[in-house]
T-cell receptor, first 110, second 114 residues
Framework: GQNIDQPTEMTATEGAIVQINCTYQ??????LFWYQQHAGEAPTFLSY????GLEEKGRFSSFLSRSKGYSYLLLKELQMKDSASYLC???????????FGAGTRLAVHP | GAGVSQSPSNKVTEKGKDVELRCDPI?????LYWYRQRLGQGLEFLIY????????KSGLPSDRFSAERTGESVSTLTIQRTQQEDSAVYLC????????????FGQGTRLTVV
């Protein structure tokens, strides 16, 4: 079966750093995506990892360990506008199907 | 068009009626996905198209749900004999054929069954 786990909610302070974890168990692996979704809006792409290691993109970084079935999204210098849900999505082997976790709701406080 | 377009944006229907939800993907995107998102929940996979065929329709909740895609473009998700538990936002996404490309989402159709 396919299983993707993320914490349900997190809180953090403006200016701080937060790490959102994602663990997955899928029948095959062909890449992992992180998306951001503000309330009432469509998800938007943040990052993609297919090889082990860290991918950095401005204030956001994403890490992948395929052997551990583990990824995290690191958000630095948090801003109030970063309050949103963060969705981890895995592409299992075979067809280009995308399976999403339930998402992590992040609340950034002043 | 510039992005993924879904229509209608909102739909209120009576229990037992049929509804059709439409998705216009980005031109040239061969992969198309339908997801369901209940309030405060994650994205539930429904069906995936590659071109006009659906290699994976394992997420369709029941035989009341069906989807088709024509011309490697527009897709329609049909829900027959709607039930209150069908109330949700239905999201469509498209992307190019290669596995390492991002999927672009439409704004969704908010379906309310009363």
């Amino acid at each position: 079966g396919q299983n993707i786990d993320q914490p349900t909610e997190m809180t953090a302070t403006e200016g701080a750093i937060v790490q959102i974890n994602c663990t997955y168990q899928t029948s095959g692996f062909n890449g992992l995506f992180w998306y951001q979704q503000h309330a009432g809006e469509a998800p938007t792409f943040l990052s993609y990892n297919v090889l082990d290691g860290l991918e950095e993109k401005g204030r956001f970084s994403s890490f992948l360990s395929r052997s551990k079935g583990y990824s995290y999204l690191l958000l630095k210098e948090l801003q109030m506008k970063d309050s949103a849900s963060y969705l981890c999505a895995v592409q299992p082997g075979g067809y280009n199907k995308l399976i999403f976790g339930a998402g992590t709701r992040l609340a950034v406080h002043p | 068009g510039a992005g993924v377009s879904q229509s209608p944006s909102n739909k209120v229907t009576e229990k037992g009626k049929d509804v059709e939800l439409r998705c216009d993907p980005i031109s040239g995107h061969t992969a198309l996905y339908w997801y369901r998102q209940r309030l405060g929940q994650g994205l539930e996979f429904l069906i995936y198209f590659q071109g006009n065929s659906a290699p994976d329709k394992s997420g369709l909740p029941s035989d009341r749900f069906s989807a088709e895609r024509t011309g490697e473009s527009v897709s329609t998700l049909t829900i027959q004999r709607t039930q209150q538990e069908d109330s949700a936002v239905y999201l469509c996404a498209s992307r190019q054929a290669t596995a390492n490309t991002e999927a672009f989402f439409g704004q969704g159709t908010r379906l309310t069954v009363v």
